[in-house]
Structure formats: C-alpha cells, structure tokens
C-alpha cells in the first residue's frame, strides 16, 4: 500500500472500530453534580481549544510569508489529529487504570465507552484517600483534558516551521502523544501516578504541557541540523502576533482557571495569578531588550507575555499574586537570555519553542517548588516550598525536571528518528524554495 494511502486507511479502520467496538451507556450518572462547576467547566473548555488557533496565529505571524498557510495548518490539524486519537485510546492512555504509575490501560475507556454514562473518575483527598470527583460529568472533564493534548504537539510546530512534511508532522504528533504526552499526563495527574505519588505539584500542565513541547522541540533542532531554513527573514505579519497572543491570554484563563475543576475561589486565584504574571513578563521583556539596547517592540511584549503564562501555568494554583509578579519577570528575563544564547549557537529552533516553553515551564516547576504554599490549596500535600524554609517539595521538584526533560528529550529524539525512517522529515530544496504554502498544500496567501 502506498504512503499516502495509509493515513486514510487508518481512518477507515477507526471507523469501523466505532462501530463494532461501541457500547450503549448506563444511566447517566446526576447525582452530586454541580451546575455551576458543569457551566465553567463547558466555558472554561471552549476557551482551552481557542488557544490552539491563537497559537496559529501566534505562530503564522513571525513565519515567512511563503510559509504562513502551512504553519497555521499544523496547528489547526492538531485539533482533528488528536480529538481522534483521544477519543480512541489517548484518554485511557493517561487517564485510564494505572499500569504501575506510568500509563493507562488502554483498554478503560477504549473510544470513550463508559465515559459518558459517568464512570467515576478519582482524586485523592487532603488524606490521601482515593474519592470521587463528584462535582462536574467524567465526560467534561475528558473533553477538557483533550485540548491540553491537543495544543501540545502543536506547540512543538514552531521549530518545525518552513522545513517538514505535512504528512510527516502528522505521524510525529501521533506517536508524540501517544508515547510522550500521554505517559506525561498519567504519571502527573493520575491519582496513582508516579510523579503524582512523589509530591510533583503541576497545576495546569507546565511540566505535562511546556516542559514536554519545549523538550521535543529541543529534540527536533538537534536532529534536523543542518537543514535548509537558515535564511533570515522578517516576521510576515505582526498583527498576527499580536491578534494570537490575545486569543492565548484569554483562552489561558481557561487553561489555569479551569484546571481547578470547579467554579471556586481556587479558579479565582489561579485566574489572578495568570493575568498578573501573564502582564509582568512582557513588561520585563521589553524593558529588558531596551536595557541591551534595542527598541521596545510589539514581538517583545508578545512574546515576554506568552513565557509569562507559560511560566505560571504550574504554579498558578499554589502560590500567591505577589509572587506571581516575580516568577513572570525572572521566567522572562531567563527565557530572553537563552533566546540569546540560541541565536549564538547552531540550533535552528525557528520559533523558538525550546527557549520560550521547555525553560518557560522548567522555570515555572521551579517556582513552584520555591513559592508553593499549603495554606493555598489542600491538594498540596507535600509541603510549603523553599522560600518557607522547607526543602521537600524544591528537591522533588528538582528531580522531576531532571526525570521529565530526559524521558521527553530522548523520547522525542527516538520518534523523529522513527518517524523520519517512515516518512522523511525534510522537505526537498526546491519545496523549501517554492515555500510550504505551495509545496505542501497548493495554497498561498
């Protein structure tokens, strides 16, 4: 069978697989649910998946202009690559019974059955003990766990803009988030998850989300070294810019605020925390490049506000707003010195994605282990962070980033490989010199 008949041929069979592997639900399980808890949630849910086209045109606008249809794309087929995946076996993978704290038992919820009558999901209380989370449907909560691995892989596009296959980038994000984001997500969020039963405190995805993008995409430059897209150019279309990261800082509000799973004072705080560190870091962006000597500009402010929620994505939920200020500038200033350090080495990172998300959520698992408080949020149950005079949760921390970069880093680098014995990577000179735009999908702007 030919190449380009395989990507269909796998839809028919998830077709199919539909229809004779479907169950009818139970009764659909009402009891204790909250009204108010279910609507956040739903709004909370929607604003999560605006994100994703935000970060297209976050993306679009700093690309070539030759290249802005197929950057776009990739963050827009994420969207139906893996709300597919998801539904099949992507949710049982990281939210199904645990195999040994690491993945789900990919049978659970095998496309979603036994999702929407109910079937309990669990979350331990202040004790430990394992309890229902009664307060919004199991399949709301699936839903909203699905756009954070969407908008995942299509963080990792960055560094591949201008230079992969169409057909290439959709089995990498495949295998990504069946083998890396899935894995990830249960062993941070899964009650009995490794990293979860080791006091790793992640509020809303900076490890499982940004840590997992940044690294892969870190992966990507290494092994694409050497490649075609080294032509400098100027940013196509800053409006772009600065249209995608409003559609990101409002759809954050989901991201954080949501990730309480209820419509409490948790969410508030988790929601003022976003914003404040969110409006700090492009502040110290800006102000920052104007120390080194360049002009304050649109892009900086974008992109300083972008490392900013990226930063406090972990940490929104277990510190105060004061201390959200600090970890947005330091997470900028940090992140806008390793952008420098980039643009001096060899790695072709086009986007940044490394720079940006990898140190903006490595720095934010820091600062949470740093400013985290036990008075905030009764789910913290391994201590006050470093800043408090305790060292227990900072060292575990420590040793997640260490644990969770290698298992993304490598991981990552296996599947390109994998990924480029299938289907090569790179696109051809002349592809590369038409555009991708052209080359890839027949359009242009």
């Known amino acids: 069978m030919k190449k380009s008949y395989l990507p269909f041929a796998a839809l028919v069979l998830v077709c199919i697989a539909a229809l004779f592997f479907s169950k009818v639900p139970g009764p659909i399980i009402t009891e204790g649910l909250n009204s108010g808890d279910t609507a956040w949630m739903l709004i909370a849910t929607a604003m999560v998946l605006l994100m994703t086209p935000g970060l297209a045109y976050f993306y679009g606008g700093m690309i070539d202009s030759k290249n802005i249809i197929s950057t776009m794309l990739q963050s827009f087929i994420s969207m139906g690559v893996i709300s597919v995946l998801w539904?099949?076996?992507?949710?049982?993978l990281a939210f199904g019974d645990t195999i040994g704290g690491f993945i789900g038992d990919p049978t659970t919820f095998f496309l979603f059955n036994g999702v929407l009558d109910g079937k309990p999901w669990t979350f331990p209380d202040v004790d430990g003990n394992l309890t229902v989370a009664t307060t919004i449907p199991l399949a709301?909560?699936?839903?909203?766990?699905?756009?954070?691995?969407?908008?995942?892989?299509?963080?990792?596009?960055?560094?591949?803009?201008?230079?992969?296959?169409?057909?290439?980038?959709?089995?990498?994000?495949?295998?990504?988030?069946?083998?890396?984001?899935?894995?990830?997500?249960?062993?941070?969020?899964?009650?009995?998850?490794?990293?979860?039963?080791?006091?790793v405190l992640d509020f809303a995805g900076g490890t499982v989300v940004h840590m997992s993008a940044g690294l892969a995409a870190l992966a990507a430059s290494i092994y694409l070294k050497g490649d075609k897209a080294t032509d400098p150019h100027s940013p196509a279309n800053i409006p772009f810019v600065l249209l995608g990261t409003g559609l990101l800082w409002f759809g954050w509000f989901g991201f954080n605020g949501g990730s309480a799973l209820g419509a409490g004072s948790l969410a508030v705080s988790a929601f003022a925390c976003t914003n404040t560190a969110s409006a700090a870091a492009g502040l110290a962006w800006v102000l920052f490049d104007v120390v080194k000597g360049k002009k304050p500009s649109a892009l900086a402010f974008c992109i300083g506000a972008v490392v900013g929620l990226v930063a406090i994505t972990p940490a929104c939920g277990f510190v105060t707003i004061p201390h959200s200020i600090f970890i947005g500038v330091f997470a900028a200033i940090i992140s806008n010195l390793v952008v420098d350090f980039k643009n001096?080495?060899?790695?072709?990172?086009?986007?940044?994605?490394?720079?940006?998300?990898?140190?903006?959520?490595?720095?934010?698992?820091?600062?949470?282990?740093?400013?985290?408080?036990?008075?905030?949020?009764?789910?913290?149950?391994?201590?006050?962070?470093?800043?408090?005079?305790?060292?227990?949760?900072?060292?575990?921390?420590?040793?997640?980033?260490?644990?969770?970069?290698?298992?993304?880093?490598?991981g990552s680098y296996v599947l390109l490989f994998i990924t480029d014995k299938i289907s090569p990577l790179k696109v051809t000179d002349s592809e590369y010199k038409m555009g991708l735009d052209l080359s890839q999908h027949g359009e242009n702007i």
């Open 87 to 92: 539904v099949v076996v992507g949710f049982s």
């Open 140 to 199: 709301l909560f699936a839903f909203f766990q699905l756009k954070f691995a969407i908008i995942t892989p299509a963080l990792i596009s960055g560094t591949f803009s201008e230079r992969i296959k169409f057909e290439s980038y959709i089995l990498f994000i495949t295998l990504f988030s069946l083998f890396i984001y899935a894995p990830l997500a249960h062993m941070t969020w899964h009650p009995k998850g490794y990293l979860f039963n080791l006091g």
């Open 344 to 410: 001096k080495s060899s790695l072709h990172d086009t986007l940044d994605v490394f720079p940006c998300h990898g140190v903006g959520g490595m720095v934010g698992m820091l600062m949470t282990g740093i400013f985290a408080n036990t008075a905030l949020n009764s789910a913290n149950t391994t201590g006050n962070g470093l800043f408090f005079g305790e060292t227990k949760l900072f060292l575990v921390h420590l040793f997640a980033l260490v644990l969770v970069s290698a298992f993304a880093f490598i």
